[in-house]
């Protein structure tokens, strides 16, 4: 049995701690806020606190606060014996002091409220001793079936990549529904074509997937689209990507 | 019981008569394609024709070809007491010369090989007369339960809001599958975040599912990011995105 303490009451501390409540082999010993109020969603079920001088004892501490908060909530856990993770991004593991310290970084966007299935929701997981990463290993796989070692560097490039497939493209569904409300249209339509783009990247490649104007270098569409759009924004975008995607297939053309 | 013949034999020709051939009270009569081979899909369940001059009649014709053959094709059916309807969202009504004209667009991304459900798929209805709108109404509605009627203008500016959603969305697939592999990462570990962020706007609006960076104005991080880019290309269209973004959501911070 793995003892676990989650420090931090926010939206990824929460689904963190409904995964692990389901989990075999994993006990939450306490969870660790400032928050009294955010701390009520979790003291039913497990012991709380709001004061960082009385942190139980546990295998795993899991810092699940903002990035800029990391390194001090680290700094009440120096004495303690478990492995210390964060569980950030972009964050790289020196920002924690202590000596056994780790990253447990689940790879997706949480939203409060939608329940997740942890299951298939990759975890980065990272440490300085082979002890610890074993530690993290074990953890993570106790709530999620795809569990992989990545570094610091490696995690850091990661992320960014997240905000072109997760931030960015959720841009661009504003700006698609933009237009459509423009036009007395509800973005309902867009909907099925926003999850089949994304289903069709879990068996094909980006660019094997890819199709438009832009793909087969149909100028006349694309000069079409621009005429529709009013935007200068929208249109400096949709310049950039149109040729953007025609250079990356002009071979092919 | 509808009749219909299908013009074209690619892709989209390919779901539809897919779709019809399961569908309660539609006759599929003909398949009518120059590529012989093409055509062969079809001809185990079809009758089918590579000769223009030889089309069947029937209620309603559904061009399914590519845009710039949709006229030459209509061409051949002025003689045609049905309903000609082409199934572009990116060219108008006009463009068909026979007096019976229409239009039925399915709003999706269809991909060879991946059978897709049409139920939820939006399909946009338009015709010149309203006996005619009500024909092509009740041939969407025996393979779709989301069936609208969107005049010339509107579907060419849900066309391109389909351009954003879509081929844009899929390009920043490709640049998150690009950072993935330079650091000898596997794309597989974006995909449950790409399929959940497409997830999350069925129910929230993109403005509402906005993270990340830029949403939060976080200056440091974004900084952070632009130094891990390489490639001059994923850095402009990071700064703009990122600027955008922080743009839209100024007043919230």
């Given at each position: 049995?793995?003892?676990?303490v989650i420090l931090g ?23 660790v ?28 501490y899991?810092i699940a606060v ?7 909530v ?180």
């Amino acid at each position: 049995m793995l003892s676990i303490v989650i420090l931090g009451t926010g939206n990824l501390a929460k689904h963190l701690f409904d995964a692990f409540l389901k989990a075999e082999d994993v006990h939450v010993a306490q969870v660790v806020g400032r928050n009294k109020e955010a701390l009520s969603q979790f003291s039913e079920q497990c012991s709380v606190s709001n004061d960082f001088g009385t942190i139980a004892d546990a295998d795993v501490y899991l810092i699940a606060v903002k990035d800029d908060a990391i390194a001090e909530v680290a700094s009440h856990l120096l004495t303690k014996k478990g492995v210390v993770a964060h569980t950030s991004g972009a964050i790289g593991l020196e920002v924690i002091q202590t000596d056994n310290k780790g990253v447990f970084y689940p790879l997706q966007t949480f939203t409060k409220g939608k329940p997740v299935s942890f299951q298939s929701i990759p975890i980065c997981v990272e440490a300085e001793s082979k002890q610890s990463l074993e530690l993290l290993r074990t953890l993570a796989r106790s709530i999620s079936e795809n569990v992989h070692h990545i570094d610091s560097e490696q995690r850091k490039k990661l992320h960014l990549a997240a905000v072109f497939v997760n931030n960015f493209t959720n841009y661009l569904y504003g700006i698609g529904e933009s237009i459509c409300l423009d036009e007395g249209l509800t973005f309902d339509l867009l909907k099925p074509l926003i999850l089949e783009t994304a289903e069709k990247v879990q068996h094909l490649t980006p660019k094997e997937a890819q199709t438009g104007p832009a793909r087969r270098n149909d100028s006349e569409s694309m000069e079409a689209h621009l005429e529709l759009l009013n935007d200068e924004q929208h249109i400096t975008l949709y310049k950039l990507l149109s040729q953007a995607i025609k250079k990356r297939h002009e071979e092919e053309l």
